[in-house]
């Protein structure tokens, strides 16, 4: 038996997210129905982590275990020859048994962008989330510096999640703005429900002066309520999976 690390490239727009549901067609289904149509096996896929409907990955990772011989360089051309032209494993490799998509992973890289224009663009409309309001991107910048380091993010998670403990590490954070769009990245050893869309959002309350308070005092509170909106999901991007 192989166990097939895989790198996947996706558009999410069109999906439920990552994650097989009854009714709906994800992310997860269409490779494991890809895999099956190359090797004739069931496989059940195990990712980095679920990304939400409307979330993209242009690095997420997953493995599965196969009794399959075929060439390992092989492998990203035979699945994507049977994948939607929004979905594409960009990378194979064998790996220890032991290896393990979720469990193995050491830190996460996300990248979020806010497209800050008085207008919608169509090029970003599904890659972006449109915030008209002037956005102060200096003190945006500056808030941001208090997320670095180990915290309590209790106030930046939604609702729906079971987790043993809320507390989690960023390592590092940049902010910059590229002509009208705004590109947060943010790395961590692990991220709670919806936290880098709650941490976009209120990084933009910021900017534009809705929350007045730093986000010093927002961590320290663990009040969800203390924190920003919920940005939209189709700005998110899961970049670099770390192992």
């Not at 993010?153 to 002509?179: P, Q, W």
């Not at 961590?188 to 534009?208: E, K, P, Q």
């Amino acid at each position: 038996m192989r166990n097939i690390m895989i790198t996947i490239e996706y558009k999410g727009t069109n999906y439920c997210g990552w994650q097989i549901q009854n009714d709906r067609i994800s992310i997860q289904q269409c490779i494991e129905n890809a895999i099956y149509k190359i090797t004739k096996e069931k496989v059940s896929i195990t990712s980095s982590g679920r990304t939400d409907a409307g979330v993209h990955a242009l690095g997420q990772v997953a493995n599965f275990y196969t009794n399959s011989s075929i060439n390992i360089k092989k492998i990203p051309e035979a699945i994507n020859s049977k994948l939607p032209d929004d979905i594409s494993i960009i990378d194979a490799k064998e790996v220890d048994n032991n290896f393990h998509a979720r469990y193995s992973a050491k830190r996460k890289l996300y990248r979020y962008a806010i497209l800050n224009s008085k207008y919608k663009r169509p090029i970003h409309n599904d890659f972006a989330y449109l915030v008209k309001y002037d956005l102060d991107i200096n003190k945006m910048i500056q808030e941001s510096k208090y997320l670095i380091g180990e915290h309590d993010f209790k106030g930046f998670m939604s609702s729906g999640s079971s987790v043993k403990t809320t507390i989690r590490t960023i390592y590092d954070i940049r902010l910059k703005k590229e002509e009208d769009l705004i590109l947060l990245e943010i790395e961590g050893n692990g991220f709670l429900y919806n936290m880098v869309r709650i941490i976009a959002g209120t990084l933009v309350d910021i900017g534009r002066g809705k929350i007045n308070r730093s986000l010093k005092e927002i961590i320290e509170s663990k009040d969800r309520n203390k924190a920003g909106h919920t940005a939209a999901s189709k700005g998110l991007f899961l970049k670099k999976v770390y192992y």
